[in-house]
């Protein structure tokens, strides 16, 4: 099965609202990363995070690896917060190869 | 700061032609290098990556090869283009294995 399971599918959110963005994994951890997609296709990292709380601004990290699972708190969403959020596990098993979770879509209305 | 440069931006291509797309790393010695492709509308699939120079190893062949040619250049390519190469074709760097990867602008395929 899907070694990292991403949730929700999609998210709709009104201007100012929160979101909690989920991965849950099932595979050995070395860190999670969480990417941003644009809506033209470009990835940006947000975290590499392999333990504990992490902040950037509105984001936040969390991964415990002991519950197996790593999160994405968006405070205060704005619309251009707008696209799809990747996780991606770096397995302590495989070098060089990320595990992706298949995305959460996030559209933040007005 | 190292900057990861992809080329072309988009490309259209006819089915049977041949392809290469180039990635270019700046201010990095040495990095780890990642071709990776999404379909439209689907996941990221890591296609290769290489250590060093002239090291390649293949995860998912896709009727695709690369080449390590530099130490900051990777370059993806085929002789004969398929309808299903069509796609968002990303480049990456990381320091070595087990660390942070950062993406490149992607160049986007379109096969006809």
């Known amino acids: 099965g899907q070694q990292v399971q991403q949730s929700p599918a999609s998210l709709v959110l009104q201007e100012g609202e929160n979101a909690e963005l989920q991965c849950n994994f099932s595979?050995?951890?070395?860190?999670m990363q969480w990417f941003y997609q644009r809506p033209g296709g470009s990835l940006v990292s947000l975290f590499y995070n392999p333990s504990g709380t992490k902040h950037s601004g509105r984001l936040t990290s969390t991964t415990v690896i002991k519950e197996r699972r790593s999160s994405l708190h968006i405070s205060s969403s704005q619309t251009t917060d707008s696209g799809t959020y990747l996780c991606?596990?770096?397995?302590?098993?495989?070098?060089?190869?990320?595990?992706w979770g298949l995305g959460t879509s996030l559209v933040v209305n007005p | 700061a190292q900057t990861i440069h992809q080329w072309p931006v988009a490309e259209i291509k006819a089915v049977g032609s041949p392809l290469s797309l180039g990635c270019t790393i700046k201010?990095?010695?040495?990095?780890?290098l990642y071709w990776y492709w999404q379909a439209t509308g689907g996941t990221l699939q890591q296609l290769f990556y290489?250590?060093?120079?002239?090291?390649v190893e293949s995860v998912v062949q896709l009727n695709l090869s690369a080449s390590r040619p530099k130490d900051d250049q990777f370059i993806l390519s085929t002789e004969k283009l398929l309808l299903s190469h069509s796609g968002f074709y990303l480049c990456?760097?990381?320091?070595?294995?087990?660390?942070?990867?950062?993406f490149g602008p992607g160049t986007r395929l379109t096969v006809l």
């Open positions: 990456a760097w990381s320091l070595n294995n087990y660390a942070e990867q950062f």
């Open positions: 595979t050995s951890l070395n860190s």
């Open positions: 290489s250590i060093t120079v002239g090291q």
């Open positions: 201010g990095k010695s040495s990095p780890n």
């Open positions: 991606a596990l770096d397995n302590v098993g495989d070098n060089s190869k990320l595990i």
